[in-house]
């Protein structure tokens, strides 16, 4: 595994697995408050959001009626090739999954695409589609650094995020940079200047403080958050640490609260900043299950475990 041994995993989830009813999937027979997370966010009002990657096999019924149990009030639907909508078919299978997470009583806030430019075919009939759909948010796709000209590579993605968000704010639809650790943009310095001058109703940030914490270390994430703060969009929330291998140093992602990222000053910088925007949570860290099924079971209550930590670190902080 990724991060835990197969028997820490299982020690650390394996009540969370019966109670969101293991071997039964979907289930919503159980309810938030009998995981013994709250109800009441306090004074937060955005939606916590799953990132659907991490739930390939479900289709929008499926991913709805397994999610909402758990306490979760939304979703990041992967728009992107191998994701859940194939965006060359976006006009025919993104309302459905709009429709049936709605039918379920989860909403549909933000898609992750691919998108980095305005020429991508895909561009217009996603961002138009969202927007027949009133999404609101959609995550732009990654920048490369090819480590050779570093500021004719920072202007070129910034030329193309523009003409991006310029199809965006036409389609009336919310772009979001994510900040991606090894990616232009992953410590926000670079990307900034572009992004600033951007349409602030159209476009901002979707922060990432794992990303953040391991590109730019202590005063580097918080430097960035503050760089991001006044065009703060949405949230990834993940964890990780670095480890020491034969090879050399390396990133391990981890659940919620085991890794360096300093949940204790994040949460109350995003209520000091007003952020009450969409906030997605990843699973990165690998996920035990001989089968497919077993697998999905286990994320789900790795997901219950992670929603946990992460709900009450909003009560805390929004109070």
């Known amino acids: 595994m990724d991060t835990l041994s197969r028997r820490r995993f299982l020690q650390t989830t394996v009540g969370i697995g019966y109670a969101v009813g293991v071997g039964s999937v979907g289930s919503s027979r159980v309810q938030a408050g009998d995981l013994g997370l709250p109800e009441d966010l306090s004074g937060f009002r955005g939606t ?4 659907s990657k991490h739930l390939p096999r479900l289709d929008g ?9 758990l306490g979760f009030g939304g979703v990041d639907l992967t728009v992107r090739p191998g994701g859940h909508v194939d965006p060359k078919r976006v006009a025919q299978d993104l309302p459905r999954f709009a429709e049936s997470l709605g ?3 989860l ?13 991508d075919p895909v561009a217009r009939p996603t961002l138009d589609t969202a927007a027949s759909l009133k999404i609101p948010y959609f995550k732009a796709g990654y920048y490369r650094y090819a480590f050779k000209d570093v500021r004719a590579e920072v202007t070129a993605a910034g030329v193309k995020l523009r003409g991006l968000a310029e199809i965006a704010a036409r389609a009336g639809v919310h772009l979001g940079f994510h900040n991606h650790a090894g990616y232009i ?3 926000i310095w670079d990307i900034a200047p572009f992004v600033d001058q951007l349409p602030a109703k159209s476009s901002g940030y979707y922060f990432d403080v794992r990303h953040a914490v391991a590109e730019g270390g202590d005063a580097g994430w918080r430097t960035a958050f503050l760089l991001a703060a006044p065009r703060l969009s949405m949230i990834a929330l993940k964890d990780f640490y670095w480890e020491k291998a034969a090879s050399g140093w390396r990133i391990r992602n981890c659940p919620m609260g085991e890794g360096m990222v300093n949940w204790k000053a994040f949460f109350p910088m995003l209520a000091q900043a007003g952020f009450h925007g969409p906030v ?6 690998d996920v035990p299950g001989d089968t497919p099924e077993a697998k999905e079971q286990n994320t789900l209550a790795a997901a219950a475990r992670d929603l946990a930590f992460v709900k009450a670190g909003f009560v805390e902080a929004y109070r």
């Open 48 to 51: 916590l959001c799953f990132f």
């Open 61 to 69: 019924r499926g991913l709805a009626r397994a999610l909402k149990p």
């Open 103 to 105: 039918a379920e009583g």
């Open 107 to 119: 909403a549909l806030p933000m898609i992750t695409t691919e998108l980095t430019s305005a020429d």
């Open 185 to 187: 943009g992953g410590n």
């Open 280 to 285: 997605s949570l990843h699973l990165e860290y």
